[in-house]
């Protein structure tokens, strides 16, 4: 399995709808994730972070299932401003250091249609 | 606040010359990331520093590519001599605290490097 992986999409959705993305990720030793969206020619920007089982923030819900290690993005009543790609973030201990690197799936792409 | 500031945000240059990229991260923070972002390969660590130290270089993709941090509000990374596949955006990121996996990670805007 590798470290991150994403559907790369892309998702073209109408306005309002509810979508859904998923990660799997292969470090079983990790314990919070993050969901980073980066718009088009931009940086990347903190979304939400999973430190448990999930986390709601208005639209936005992320869930996280470590039996399974697999985590998932919902975006519910879509809006053209959510049209973005979303990359899924684990963090991995750097041994002996007790620091943590990031390491990015390669996103998912959102495209909101009016 | 200011946020991580990169330079220049674009460079041409042709294959052979050295590049040098440029970042200062937000004041306080004492972990500092290079990445590396191409469409084939998605966003890929470079190396970071935690307190002016570099902890994991293991992302540098051959010699050519070198990195330094002399002081905890100034970082550079050296491409020589660069080469036409080196040609991808270049991300800083900085957070505030050495380890802790809860620590966000707060980008620059990129240098978009395009080598000839």
């Known amino acids: 399995r590798k470290e991150v992986e994403q559907d790369p999409g892309p998702f073209n959705v109408p306005e309002g709808a509810t979508v859904a993305f998923n990660c799997t990720y292969s470090?079983?030793?990790?314990?919070?994730f993050f969901w980073y969206r980066q718009d088009c020619r931009k940086e990347p920007k903190l979304l939400m972070s999973?430190?448990?089982s999930g986390n709601e923030d208005g639209r936005f819900t992320a869930q996280l299932n470590r039996a399974s290690q697999y985590i998932s993005l919902l975006i519910r009543d879509s809006k053209l401003s959510d049209s973005a790609t979303y990359l899924c973030?684990?963090?991995?201990?750097?041994?002996?250091?007790?620091?943590?690197?990031?390491?990015f799936g390669k996103g998912t792409k959102l495209s909101v249609i009016p | 606040d200011a946020g991580v500031i990169q330079s220049p945000r674009h460079e041409v240059t042709e294959m052979g010359q050295e590049v040098t990229l440029r970042c200062k991260p937000i004041?306080?923070?004492?972990?500092l990331f290079w990445y590396r972002q191409t469409m084939m390969r998605g966003l890929e660590l470079l190396i970071y520093?935690?307190?002016?130290?570099?902890?994991?270089d293991s992302g540098m993709p051959e010699d050519r590519f070198s990195a330094k941090m002399p002081n905890a509000s100034f970082s550079t990374l050296k491409i020589q001599p660069s080469e036409p596949r080196d040609s991808a955006v270049y991300f800083c990121?900085?957070?505030?605290?050495?380890?802790?996996?809860?620590?966000?990670?707060?980008f620059g805007p990129g240098t978009r490097l395009t080598v000839l």
């Open positions: 999973v430190y448990s």
């Open positions: 973030v684990v963090p991995s201990a750097h041994s002996g250091a007790g620091s943590y690197q990031l390491t």
């Open positions: 004041s306080g923070h004492n972990s």
């Open positions: 520093f935690n307190n002016n130290v570099p902890i994991d």
């Open positions: 470090n079983s030793a990790s314990q919070s």
């Open positions: 990121a900085s957070s505030p605290v050495p380890g802790g996996d809860t620590d966000t990670q707060y």
